[in-house]
């Protein structure tokens, strides 16, 4: 909270954002990866307005990709996008902005199978599979194969809180390197509606 805060509430005090006449359940991310995800991916069972259809890139432009394919999501995250969230285009971007724009995660396999499987024995855990992915690339159908037995996770969030701590988001590809997992990934939380770096960035911007 600073003076700055303070005066933005005071400012907009009484002012609401709506859509055809109806105030808009206002949602955001902290760092959408580079490109926003559609309502339905992440929560099927909620209101489906036509704001929360759109899914596109975080940019002037706002292109409209389409990153379910394997090769087109590992290509962008691996990429450096022209886009407002990314801390790489020279942009004054908080610290914790920074770390999640991009972000890997390495796991041995002993590690990752007992926390993946929880307290159930099926092994160690030879791949992971995104069976399904929204437009931004993030997995909401992904298969765990262990050597004994393999299931599936539905959810976006139910596959980030599979890890302990919880993935920053479901936007990532995998890798298997001799004894260990690697994940890389894009953005921190859903992507649905604003991301609040890119937000960030547009002000300091003008």
């Known amino acids: 909270r600073t003076k700055l805060t303070d005066a933005a509430v005071v400012y907009t005090r009484g002012l609401i954002l709506t859509e055809n006449n109806k105030p808009i359940n206002a949602y955001y991310s902290s760092n959408c990866g580079g490109h926003s995800e559609t309502i339905k991916n992440v929560w099927p069972d909620r209101p489906d307005p036509q704001s929360y259809q759109i899914a596109e890139t975080d940019s002037k432009n706002r292109t409209a990709l389409d990153l379910r394919g394997e090769q087109d999501i590992r290509q962008w995250i691996l990429s450096n996008p022209e886009v407002y969230c990314n801390p790489n285009l020279d942009i004054e971007l908080p610290d914790w902005s920074q770390k999640n724009f991009r972000w890997k995660k390495e796991m041995d396999i002993g590690t990752i199978s007992k926390m993946i499987a929880k307290k159930e024995n099926l092994g160690m855990l030879l791949t992971?599979?995104?069976?399904?992915?929204?437009?931004?690339?993030?997995?909401?159908?992904?298969?765990?194969?262990?050597?004994?037995?393999?299931?599936?996770?539905?959810?976006?969030?139910?596959?980030?809180?599979?890890?302990?701590?919880?993935?920053?988001?479901a936007c990532f590809v995998v890798d298997r390197d001799a004894d260990k997992f690697i994940l890389n990934g894009a953005g921190w939380g859903h992507g649905v509606g604003m991301c609040q770096s890119g937000a960030i960035a547009q002000a300091k911007i003008g």
């Open 128 to 169: 992971i599979k995104a069976l399904r992915r929204g437009i931004s690339g993030r997995i909401y159908l992904a298969r765990f194969i262990f050597e004994l037995d393999s299931f599936e996770v539905e959810g976006e969030l139910a596959i980030r809180q599979l890890w302990q701590p919880s993935l920053r988001s």
